[in-house]
């Protein structure tokens, strides 16, 4: 007779843990890892390290700065920021060069575990700036207008609003979504990657030019290829799969 009490007892133990377990999976810790960086006069940044996120713009009407932020999430950042300092936004670090800002990640990958503790770098710069990015796995956001954006990571997943002069994405696995809100017809796009998986978007009526080296391809164009022209599109790999569209 005091097995249903206790079922039902048990039942509801388990429906709270659930819902105590969803509560916590949104919950968030986040530390700095320096003072804001002024980038009123930088014109480049380079990120390297193992690994992080990334999320740059060109924003005129924002501050001109960087931030550097160590952030944990779920389980461990509700007991790590009652009792301990949040380590993981000491990994990283920011500094000035000659013009430019070099940001290091450190060498510690990120922590899916019960932790999950993730560096991420904010920064909004002059227009027309470089971008350089060399990490083991990276997560990037660009929005805004850049000279270079030169980006190496084994695992990287890149998004891109805006427009570059030149573009450069290489790794073992990437996937690449870049959307050109303009064209000047001096652009240069070089996508390589073991396997890759790329999206370009340009305005309707670009007049663009591509070449494919890879041992297997699957190439979706909207736009014809009509060699010489500018945009010119290089992509190399061994498993490629790339979408050309208006948007």
Request: with cysteine; glycine share 8%.
């Amino acid at each position: 007779m005091r097995k249903k009490p206790i079922i039902l007892g048990l039942a509801a133990s388990f429906g709270a843990i659930m819902l105590l377990d969803a509560a916590v999976s949104i919950w968030t810790s986040e530390a700095r890892a320096s003072d804001p960086v002024d980038l009123s006069s930088v014109n480049r940044i380079e990120v390297r390290g193992a690994a992080s996120r990334v999320t740059i713009n060109t924003d005129n009407t924002e501050p001109l700065e960087a931030r550097l932020m160590g952030t944990r999430s779920g389980w461990g950042a509700l007991w790590r920021s009652s009792w301990f300092d949040d380590g993981c936004a000491m990994t990283g670090s920011m500094s000035l060069d000659r013009g430019s800002l070099i940001v290091d990640t450190g060498d510690a990958p990120f922590d899916f575990d019960w932790d999950d503790c993730r560096l991420e770098l904010r920064a909004n710069l002059r227009p027309d700036a470089a971008v350089l990015i060399d990490q083991r796995a990276s997560a990037i956001t660009l929005a805004g207008d850049f000279s270079v954006l030169d980006i190496k990571s084994d695992a990287g997943d890149v998004d891109v609003e805006g427009h570059a002069d030149a573009i450069t994405l290489s790794g073992a696995a990437l996937r690449a979504r870049i959307a050109f809100d303009e064209v000047r017809k001096s652009e240069t796009i070089r996508l390589m990657g073991k396997m890759m998986d790329a999206t370009l978007i340009f305005p309707t009526g670009s007049v663009i030019s591509y070449a494919v080296e890879s041992i297997a391809s699957y190439i979706d164009s909207a736009l014809p290829n009509t060699p010489g022209a500018k945009p010119e599109i290089r992509i190399r790999g061994d498993m490629v799969r790339t979408t050309i569209k208006e948007g």
